[in-house]
């Protein structure tokens, strides 16, 4: 199984199980066990993880950090858990006392939902007050995973690492800044674009109240051209159709705009059918009218459509005459009720 499939599997375990986890050893053993498994250790042998690692602090001995990933005989990981509900940022002080103490090279404070990957560029041997990589298993992207390959026993490279620790920390931080600049704009901000277009004697509050909205508007608009440009470049291309007397049809690309909304009822829909069938087989299909999903990216093969673009939303299954019934949403997450029809078509499929 890929390594983001794996990752994908436990983000769906995550968001079933979570009301369900009532303590902080539950989260340990139902979310981050299963997390460090995926990295390739063996949480049951404790030349790979130790769990209550002792990391004596000055004074204070006797103190332990949840689980210890081994190198060597030596920590090369550190990872507290919280419980799940917890705020990991009140948290990162113990997690900084451990890691100064420990011959320890990264360290990992999490909930079991949210984890943030730390090391010391800053300072040697003094744990960085920002993590270098931080993400929502319930929401993980590529990027992301990315990363976290690297740090799986079988990738694992300190050097590797902490070289690209550095650029991945900084460029973290500049998203921030710009997706904040791109919500509320600073007057810096607006200033900046301001000198280059406006033709005024000067630039007062004034002027900068008027441009506050025109760069807001203008910065939303450009990074929504860029997201469209590169779906429009990865989603699968809709393949020509074939009319009631066997000829092909194509509908002209430049008019298809997949959205947000579409593709994250792509994934709803996926997350469901991948219970039953393996993720590579299912494939997005993008047209003028609809949304399809896809069985093995064959058109006879429509597990649901999509109708999103319209004032109403609807969710398109299909019966064995491959007829099409649509059913009203009200919003996306209507979809998780009609999982039993949408296995069904599946195992309509693969029992023809």
């Known amino acids: 199984m890929e390594f983001l499939t794996k990752l994908k599997a436990l983000s769906d375990r995550v968001a079933s199980l979570k009301e369900k986890i009532e303590t902080e050893e539950a989260t340990k053993n139902a979310f981050i066990m299963p997390f460090i498994q995926i990295l390739g250790y063996d949480v049951f042998n404790p030349l790979e993880v130790v769990p209550e690692f002792t990391a004596d602090v000055g004074i204070k001995k006797g103190e332990k950090?949840?689980?210890?990933i081994m190198q060597n005989g030596n920590p090369i990981i550190l990872i507290e858990c919280k419980h799940w509900k917890e705020n990991l940022d009140i948290h990162s002080s113990q997690l900084h006392r451990y890691f100064n103490v420990t011959k320890a090279h990264f360290g990992?404070?999490?909930n079991g939902l949210i984890y943030r990957f730390f090391t010391d560029l800053e300072e040697k041997n003094i744990m960085d007050k920002e993590p270098f990589l931080e993400f929502d298993i319930e929401n993980i992207k590529e990027t992301a995973a990315t990363e976290l390959k690297k740090f799986q026993k079988e990738n694992f490279?300190?050097?590797?690492?902490t070289n690209s620790a550095s650029g991945l920390k900084y460029s973290t931080a500049i998203k921030d800044i710009l997706m904040k600049e791109i919500t509320e704009p600073s007057e810096e901000f607006v200033r900046f674009f301001t000198k280059q277009i406006y033709s005024g004697k000067q630039i007062n509050k004034k002027v900068i109240a008027q441009f506050t909205e025109i760069v807001k508007k203008a910065t939303n608009q450009a990074f929504k051209d860029i997201v469209n440009d590169r779906l429009q470049s990865a989603l699968h291309k809709e393949e020509p159709k074939e009319t009631e007397e066997g000829e092909e049809?194509?509908?002209?690309?430049?008019?298809?705009?997949?959205?947000?909304?579409?593709?994250?009822g792509f994934y709803i829909v996926r997350s469901i059918v991948r219970t039953k069938i393996d993720i590579n087989r299912i494939y997005s299909r993008d047209t003028q009218s609809y949304f399809g999903v896809l069985l093995d990216n064959n058109n006879r093969k429509p597990i649901c459509r999509l109708h999103l673009n319209g004032g109403n939303k609807y969710l398109g299954l299909f019966n064995k005459d491959k007829s099409e019934n649509k059913i009203l949403l009200n919003n996306l997450d209507d979809i998780?009720?009609?999982?039993?029809?949408?296995?069904?078509?599946?195992?309509?499929?693969?029992?023809?």
């Open 249 to 264: 049809s194509e509908e002209p690309e430049s008019k298809i705009v997949t959205t947000a909304e579409e593709l994250d």
């Open 336 to 352: 998780y009720q009609y999982s039993d029809k949408l296995l069904e078509t599946i195992s309509m499929y693969e029992e023809q």
């Open 65 to 68: 950090v949840d689980y210890a």
């Open 108 to 110: 990992l404070l999490t």
């Open 157 to 161: 490279d300190i050097d590797k690492i």
